[in-house]
C-alpha cells in the first residue's frame, strides 16, 4: 500500500477512534460520578467502588467468571493449539474437511445455537448443570479462536528450522516441543488471554449452561443492567476495562519479546 | 524411518486428533440432538418434551421413537406469522447494518493501511483493544448515553438542536447504532490486512501511465480489497442475524429478532422442540454464507490448499 496519507484518511481514522473510545470513556468518567444521575455532574467520587466492596453477589458471581475464564482459557489453548498444528501439519487426513469446519464454524454461528445445542446436550446426558458445564461451553466457544491465532503463526514461520532438527535425528515429539512451540509460544499467549477475556465476556452460552449457584458475572450484570442504568455497575465495568487494559499491554510486551527472540533464532540458524 | 520415530509419529496423531474427538462430542453431537428435538413435540415433563429414545430398547425402540417423531414444531414456525416476521426483520437489521459497517469501516481501513508503517500496528492494536473489553460493557456504554435523560439527550437539548427529549432507546435505529459499535473492528481488521498486503508498485504503475488516483482507487485498490471486505461482510453479517444481546437491550418490543424469539421460546415459554426448531431453520437459514465463510477462512490460513 502506498503511504500518502491523505487529509481523509486521517479524519477517518480519528474520527473512527473517537466513536470506538467516546463511549467506553464516558463510562468510566460516570463511574466516578458522585450523583446517582447520569446527566448531572455531582463531583468526584469513589462511592460506588466502595458499595461494590460489599455487594457480595457481584464479588461472588466475578469469582465465578474468573475461574471459568482461566479453566477453559487453559483447555481451548491446549485444544486450539493441537487443532492448528494438526490442520498445517498432518496433511490430507480422513475427515479433514469436517475437522476444518467444525475448528472455524463456532466463530461465526449464532451463541443462541451454540448455547442451546450444548444444553440440550447436557440434558440429553443427564449432567447437572452449573460451574463445569460452562466451563466446557466456553472451552468450546473460545478454543476456534485460538486455533485461528495459532494457525496464523504456524503458516507464516519458517519451516527450515524443523526440518533441520528432524534431519539432525531429532524426534518429532521432541522437534514439537522444543522448535515449534517455542517459536509459536507468542500466538499460544495471545490465543489463551483472547479466550480468558471472551469467557469473561459471554452472556448467551452461560446463560443457558448455567445452572443454580453458578451465576458468572455477565449474567449478574445483565439482570442488573435490564433495571436499567446503575452507578454500581459502572463501576464494575470500569474495573473489568481496566483489568483487560492492562492484560492488553501486557500480552503486547509478552509478544513483542516472542517476536524479538524468534528473529534471533532464525538469525542463528541462518548463520 | 526408525520404528521408534514411527511410534512416535503415530503418538502424535492420537493427540492431535483430540481436538477433533471435543469438537465433535461437543460441536456435532449436539446439533443433531437440536435436530431431534426440533422433531418432538412439548410435554409437561422433566425434560419438557416427547418422545424419549432409551438405547435399552434396540432396533423396535428406535423404529417406535422414529413413529413418534413429528413436524409440527415447524408446522407452526411456517403457520404462524410471528415467526416469519420475526427472520425477516433479523435479516433486515443484519443487511442493513453490515452495509453501514461497510461504508463506516472501509474508509478507516483505508486509512490505517495508508498511515505511516511505524504508526500501523498500534493503529491496529488500538481498533481491537475495545473488542477485549466486554460486549455487554459496551452496549451497556450506550444505555448511559441513549437513554431519555441520558448524555445524547442532555447535549442535544443545550446546543438547542432539540426541544423535547427524543426516545433513542427501543428502536431499531439504537439497533444500529449498537451494532455498528459492537462489530466495527470485525469489518475494519479484515479490510485492512487485505489493503495492507497490497503491492503498492500496481498504484505506481497506474499513476504513470496516467491514471487519476480516484480512479486507480476504483480500478485497483478496490477490486484488491474484495476479500477482505467478504470476509469481513461474512464475519458481521451471520451472527448479526443471531444477535441477541444488542436488540434485547438497545431494541424496542414491536418485532424481536429471531435470537430473541429463540430466547423467549426457550426461557419464557419453555418450549423446546420450537426454539431447537428455530435454531435448526436459522441455521439453515446461514449455511451458505458459513459455508462461503468457511472456505475463505480456509483458504487464508492453509494457503489455498
Known sequence: MRRGTSSFNVISVVLGLAFLYLPITILVIYSFNASRLVTIWGGWSVEWYRELLHDDAILQAAWISLRVGALSASAATVLGTLAAVALTRMGRFRGRLLFSGMAYAPLVIPEVITGLSLLLLFVALGVDRGFWTIVIAHTTLTMCFVTVIVQSRLVNF?????????????????????????????????????????????????????????????????????????????????????????????????????????????????? | MSTQANAQNASMRFVMLLPYL??????????????????????????????????????????????????????????????????????????????????????????????????????????????????????????????????????????????????????????????????????????????????????EAAADLGCPRWKAFWLVTLPLSLPGVAAGALLCFIPIVGEFVIPDLLGGSETMMIGQTLWTEFFSNRDWPVASAIAVTLLGLLLVPILFFERLQQRSLEGGR
Open chain 1, 158 to 271: 519458517d519451516r527450515g528450522l524443523e526440518e533441520a532438527a528432524m534431519d539432525l535425528g531429532c524426534p518429532p515429539v521432541k522437534t514439537f516441543l522444543t522448535i515449534t512451540l517455542r517459536l509459536i509460544a507468542p500466538a499460544i499467549a495471545a490465543g489463551w488471554m483472547l479466550a480468558f477475556s471472551l469467557s469473561l465476556d459471554d452472556l448467551v452460552i452461560a446463560s443457558f449452561t448455567t445452572g443454580p449457584g453458578a451465576t458468572t458475572l455477565p449474567i449478574r450484570i445483565y439482570s442488573e443492567v435490564r433495571l436499567g442504568v446503575k452507578p454500581e455497575i459502572n463501576a464494575v465495568c470500569t474495573i473489568m476495562i481496566a483489568f483487560v487494559a492492562v492484560a492488553t499491554v501486557a500480552a503486547s510486551l509478552i509478544a513483542k519479546s516472542g517476536s524479538a527472540r524468534r528473529q534471533r533464532a532464525a538469525l542463528g540458524a541462518q548463520v
Open chain 2, 22 to 203: 471435543w469438537l465433535v462430542i461437543f460441536f456435532l453431537v449436539p446439533f443433531v440432538i437440536v435436530l431431534k428435538i426440533s422433531l418432538s413435540q412439548t410435554a409437561l415433563a422433566q425434560p419438557p418434551y416427547l418422545p424419549l429414545f432409551d438405547i435399552a430398547t434396540g432396533w423396535a425402540g428406535l423404529v417406535e421413537f422414529a413413529k413418534q417423531l413429528s413436524a409440527d414444531s415447524f408446522r407452526l414456525l411456517s403457520s404462524d406469522s410471528i415467526y416469519l416476521l420475526s427472520y425477516l426483520k433479523s435479516l433486515q437489521i443484519a443487511a442493513v447494518s453490515t452495509i453501514l459497517l461497510f461504508i463506516i469501516g472501509y474508509p478507516i481501513a483505508y486509512g490505517m493501511a495508508r498511515a505511516p508503517r511505524a504508526w500501523q500496528p498500534p493503529l491496529v492494536i488500538a481498533v481491537v483493544l475495545p473488542f477485549w473489553t466486554s460486549f455487554l460493557i459496551r452496549i451497556y456504554a450506550w444505555i448511559n448515553i441513549l437513554q431519555r435523560d441520558g448524555l445524547l439527550n442532555d447535549v442535544l437539548a443545550r446546543l438547542h438542536v432539540v426541544d423535547a427529549p427524543v426516545a433513542w432507546l427501543s428502536s431499531d435505529r439504537a439497533i444500529f447504532i449498537g451494532i455498528v459499535y459492537s462489530y466495527l473492528p470485525f469489518m475494519i481488521l479484515p479490510i485492512y490486512a487485505a489493503l495492507e498486503k497490497m503491492d503498492e508498485t500496481l498504484l
